[in-house]
Nanobody, 123 residues
Framework: QVQLVESGGGLVQAGGSLRLSCAAS????????MGWFRQAPGKEREFVSG????????YYADSVKGRFTISRDNAKNTVYLQMNSLKPEDTAVYYC????????????????WGQGTQVTVSS
């Protein structure tokens, strides 16, 4: 049974930082590209960042480029999202997803999803 479990969300003031983690189990983690998406109330799930299987390639949404950093540790089956200089518009539920072999910016391409972790940035 595949499980992706996000953690690290919370309430932070604008300008602050959070580090999200997504621990995977039940899948061959090293052959899955991983992505972070977010969904605000009333909005569609949107791509935030993605990382290739070995971590050598990363992609970011323009809205987070320069502020967020994605990384992964295949020995720990975990992907991270370091979020700095947070803004109120970053408030959303953040989800990690696993996609076989390649990074995608499209949510429906992902094979597995976590349950999400809430990030709230106050102004």
């Amino acid at each position: 049974q595949v499980q992706l479990v996000e953690s690290g969300g919370g309430l932070v003031q604008a300008g602050g930082s959070l580090r999200l983690s997504c621990a995977a189990s039940g899948l061959a983690f090293s052959i899955y590209a991983m992505g972070w998406f977010r969904q605000a109330p009333g909005k569609e799930r949107e791509f935030v960042s993605g990382i290739s299987t070995a971590g050598g390639t990363t992609y970011y949404a323009d809205s987070v480029k320069g502020r967020f950093t994605i990384s992964r540790d295949n020995a720990k089956n975990t992907v991270y999202l370091q979020m700095n200089s947070l803004k109120p518009e970053d408030t959303a539920v953040y989800y990690c997803g696993a996609e076989r072999m390649r990074i995608s910016r499209i949510a429906r391409d992902y094979d597995y999803w976590g349950q999400g972790t809430q990030v709230t940035v106050s102004s």
